[in-house]
């Protein structure tokens, strides 16, 4: 390719860079290396991180709930006894 053209690619992975990456919020501490990876698989990937009316990140129907706690996951009612012997 001779030096004075860019390709499409490259163009597009720079303009996604300035224009969608700028927005989002990026771990501060990433090495260039790993930033620019990131920034590649999110250009590559776009259609799954964004729609065409919500922007990168914010699909909506796509949140999750997480709720975190310290409680067993299941009730002791729930919770099947131990076999005191071996089934026949």
């Known amino acids: 390719m001779p030096v004075n053209k860019v390709s499409p690619v490259i163009l597009g992975l720079e303009n996604f860079k300035g224009e969608k990456m700028n927005e989002a919020e990026v771990y501060l501490h990433l090495t260039d290396i790993l930033e620019k990876e990131i920034s590649t698989l999110l250009y590559k990937h776009t259609e799954a991180f964004e729609t065409d009316k919500e922007p990168l990140g ?31």
């Open 58 to 88: 914010e699909s909506i129907g796509h949140q999750i709930d997480i709720i975190l706690n310290i409680e067993r996951p299941y009730q002791p009612l729930l919770r099947r006894q131990a076999y005191t012997e071996s089934p026949k």
